[in-house]
T-cell receptor, first 115, second 112 residues
Framework: NAGVMQNPRHLVRRRGQEARLRCSPM?????VYWYRQLPEEGLKFMVY????????ESGMPKERFSAEFPKEGPSILRIQQVVRGDSAAYFC?????????????FGQGTRLTVV | GENVEQHPSTLSVQEGDSAVIKCTYS??????FPWYKQELGKRPQLIID?????GEKKDQRIAVTLNKTAKHFSLHITETQPEDSAVYFC???????????FGGGTRLMVKP
């Protein structure tokens, strides 16, 4: 079991460009969660997805950010027209989602730097 | 939604001493309480968790206690070692079921 895989590990974008972050959940996991971590800060929830469905996006900024988890392939977090304030580590976690309170395992994260 | 408060934000102990980190949560429907350890530049890793049907769980040098009435849970690390130095996060799903809300983190420094 390869664990939760995120790519790229590091991403540099110029202001105004688009950033695409990918997350492949652990085998057997159908629930994916995206979190943002600013330097020296905690983990802020962004969005919770199941295959082809967004369950909760209450933590997503209303503009420029979107997420998907298609039937085939990884979950994608997309940030359009990036700004310096988007620079952060973006972590994806996955779980089986079976029953309330199941273990969530994190990927290595994508460190986005906006220059 | 769920609100999780974590204290202290930083904790410095001497090697061999014990460390205790406390969290409170707001949603009485929450029934699962994990703790994650995050070393510098790495992913958060689950180190121990507890469900609401028990009051305490132990795994070698780490233990977690839960007080559902008071809505707080604590992480206890005994005989601390320098490799325990990291940021520790508590979390709770509230009534969201699977989506975790994290505390603000505790930076633990173990001095040799």
């Amino acid at each position: 079991n390869a664990g939760v895989m995120q790519n790229p590990r590091h991403l540099v974008r110029r202001r105004g460009q688009e950033a695409r972050l990918r997350c492949s959940p652990m085998k057997g996991h159908s629930h994916v969660y995206w979190y943002r971590q600013l330097p020296e800060e905690g983990l802020k929830f962004m969005v919770y997805l199941q295959k082809e469905n967004i369950i909760d996006e209450s933590g997503m900024p209303k503009e420029r950010f979107s997420a998907e988890f298609p039937k085939e392939g990884p979950s994608i977090l997309r940030i359009q027209q990036v700004v310096r304030g988007d620079s952060a580590a973006y972590f994806c976690a996955s779980s089986t989602g079976q029953g309330a309170g199941t273990e969530a395992f994190f990927g290595q994260g994508t460190r986005l730097t906006v220059v | 939604g769920e609100n999780v408060e974590q204290h202290p934000s930083t904790l410095s102990v001497q090697e061999g001493d014990s460390a205790v980190i406390k969290c409170t949560y707001s949603d009485s429907a929450s029934n699962y309480f994990p703790w994650y350890k995050q070393e510098l530049g790495k992913r958060p890793q689950l180190i121990i968790d507890i469900r609401s049907n028990v009051g305490e769980k132990k795994d070698q040098r780490i233990a977690v206690t839960l007080n559902k009435t008071a809505k707080h849970f604590s992480l206890h690390i005994t005989e601390t070692q320098p490799e325990d130095s990291a940021v520790y996060f508590c979390a709770s799903p509230g009534n969201a079921g699977n989506m975790l809300t994290f505390g603000g983190g505790t930076r633990l420094m173990v001095k040799p």
